[in-house]
């Protein structure tokens, strides 16, 4: 099969991402693939220019070597809102472009504003769409008033979807709820990789690496470091409270919004040997870091934004065999319900005092074993299988 992918992040730089694994599994599978993504850090990374060129990006394998994935990059404004206007622009010409030279058998888009026009794009030339959901798109757009103009964007795609995919139950409700026909809806969950995530894996040269004791409780977090990730009320609970438990100790990994506010209560407090910020990890690190630690934790607000999704992250922890302190949020409840190595808090300022609750209690082991049991049907070879029988089962139907 020829894939088209359309998307509006950084292909290369963020991630990874469901599509990312899915995408190079297919490559070396024998698909060809074909991605447009977007220069979505252009304010932070990349030239200072007020227009950037289109950029053809060949032969890459993030994650899988030999996957071989090409990535087409047009150009935009590079101003605040042009930025996004011109994709109706250059997307649209790229898109056109990739349908009369790529010739796809199908187009996914992961999106909102180049997917819609790759959904009607595919429409024009016959060819069929699957809008592929991981994340409740609009609500990560961060000027207000273009909330609404996003949904309604979000909702005409999903409307004209010939098939709609998404990570979890939540998000399948949330799809249906914007317009997405209910018999061309499924959810095909997750993947894990778990040979990379096992809790075989050896993180002691990590904890030796952060000078961690043996018998150190370590609470760990990656990812992009949002204002609404609860990392604050995290990390403000330790500091003030390690005293009474020092053998705690907190690792973040990752960079974003929040960081230099957690640089800075580690600095007031004098907390540097309590919390541990280790900036952005190469991928091949994340299954050793995960492994050095004893404790996961998700302690996300129950905002908009993270009501319906179910992060990828959740999997790698359960993987490697780590119980996790997750908020009350919807989806991840709704995913993974009770019993399966996840503990379920109010509010992040209650991840402390819940990951404390089941060291005492002697836990930690058990509800490990738990999580790994609960993601082993996760494999990214079914999910790639599955992913693979949908695509052609479109195509035949269309």
């Not at 974003?256 to 907390?271: A, F, H, S, T, V």
């Amino acid at each position: 099969m020829k894939i088209l992918v359309v998307q509006e992040s950084d292909w290369l730089l963020r991630g990874p991402h469901q599509q990312h694994h899915l995408m190079e599994r297919m490559a070396l599978k024998g698909h060809e693939i074909r991605v447009i993504d977007y220069e979505i850090s252009w304010k932070t990374i990349g030239k200072r220019e007020l227009f950037s060129r289109k950029q053809v990006f060949d032969n890459v394998s993030r994650f899988y070597e030999g996957a071989n994935i090409t990535v087409v990059r047009p150009g935009i404004v590079k101003t605040p809102i042009l930025d996004k206007l011109s994709i109706l622009y250059s997307h649209r010409d790229e898109i056109e472009r990739q349908i009369d030279e790529f010739e796809p058998d199908v187009v996914v888009g992961f999106g909102i504003l180049n997917t819609y026009l790759a959904m009607k794009l595919a429409m024009k030339n016959g060819i069929p769409f699957i809008y592929y959901l991981i994340d409740a798109l609009h609500r990560l757009v961060s000027f207000k008033p273009f909330q609404y103009i996003a949904k309604e964007f979000e909702k005409k795609t999903l409307k004209g979807a010939d098939k709609v995919i998404t990570i979890n139950e939540a998000l399948k409700d949330y799809a249906i709820r914007l317009g997405a026909v209910p018999n061309e809806t499924v959810v095909l969950g997750a993947g894990i990789d778990l040979h990379r995530f096992s809790p075989t894996v050896d993180g002691g040269n990590i904890r030796k690496e952060y000078g961690l004791e043996l018998d150190d409780i370590v609470l760990f977090f990656m990812g992009w470091l949002y204002e609404f990730s609860g990392l604050r009320e995290v990390a403000m609970g330790l500091a003030k409270l390690r005293d009474k438990y020092p053998y705690v100790k907190l690792m973040i990994v990752g960079e974003g919004d929040l960081y230099d506010e957690l640089e800075g209560i580690r600095e007031k407090y004098e907390c540097e040997e309590s919390i541990i910020l280790t900036g952005q990890q190469p991928y091949e690190k994340i299954p050793t870091l995960v492994s050095a630690s004893d404790i996961c934790f998700l302690p996300a607000y129950n905002n908009d934004i993270m009501r319906d999704i179910v992060p990828i992250k959740m999997y790698e922890y359960m993987a490697c065999g780590k119980p996790i302190i997750s908020t009350s949020l919807p989806g991840v409840m709704k995913e993974f319900g009770e019993g399966n190595g996840v503990v379920y808090v109010d509010d992040p300022s209650k991840v402390l005092e819940g990951a404390v609750k089941i060291i005492e209690e002697g836990l930690v082991e058990v509800y490990g074993v738990k999580a790994r049991k609960f993601v082993k049907p996760y494999s990214w070879d079914r999910i790639t299988t599955e992913f693979e029988d949908t695509l052609r089962n479109v195509i035949l139907e269309y």
